[in-house]
């Protein structure tokens, strides 16, 4: 498993990227808040400098996180997860819920997939044996992005770091998405505070799904992204970081 640490912070916030990313996803992120925060940024097993670690559901990624956490000693840390990132801090939050002083879900979901949705991971796990990596995260990757003519060169870097992920790995993270259980009912109980960051124009996971996932918890913040689909850290990285840095603040003033 591999993971970078930037700034020194009196604050850890760890991030987790999504499906067919790494951990540069959040190089905006690092850039804006490492003055303010310690920032841990992991490779989840599959990809970026973690390719050959391997894991077949959330919860086997969470304890894979869990060991970084605790090899650096992290007391009490914010867990962010973008997307598939999301559902493995989730995952964490509901067995290490102890470790943590705050769960974040950048366009990300508490609920499980619809059959709608099991059918397109099948699908996409068929396309992928048929034609690998690249033909899959090309036609994948673009849409995202609500304005991808503006964000083109993070596409065409996002792209091309995808297309070094092993098909094998893309595999094994559909099935484990596909079989992920229902969060929503933990959601409702944990007195965790919790960040939801969504996108107005977020195809894959709508915006009006996620305000109601933060209208069940005891303590949440949501933050709405007027110019961004699936990307926002991208898209918006001003915005997406301070909706972050304002989620930590009040947490550090509610533990003092």
Known sequence: MAYQV??????????????????????????????????????????????NAEANSMEEMADAVYEIMTELQLTKPVLFGHSMGGYVALALAQKYEDALSGLGLIHSTALPDSEERKQKRNQAIAFIKTYGTEAYVTSFIPPLFHLQ????????MLTQEAEKILPEALTSALEAMRSRSDSTHWLSKTLLPVCFIAGVYDALIPFTDIASQAALCNQASFYLLQNSAHMGMIEEAEQCSQGIADFCAGIAIAEH
Do not use: M, W
């Open 149 to 156: 003519y503006a964000n083109q060169k993070r596409v065409d």
């Open 6 to 51: 930037f700034g020194t912070g009196p604050q850890t916030i760890v991030l987790l990227h999504g499906f067919c990313e790494n951990s540069t996803c959040f190089n905006e992120q690092v850039f804006l808040l490492k003055d303010r925060f310690r920032l841990v940024c992991i490779d989840l097993p599959g990809f970026g400098y973690s390719a």
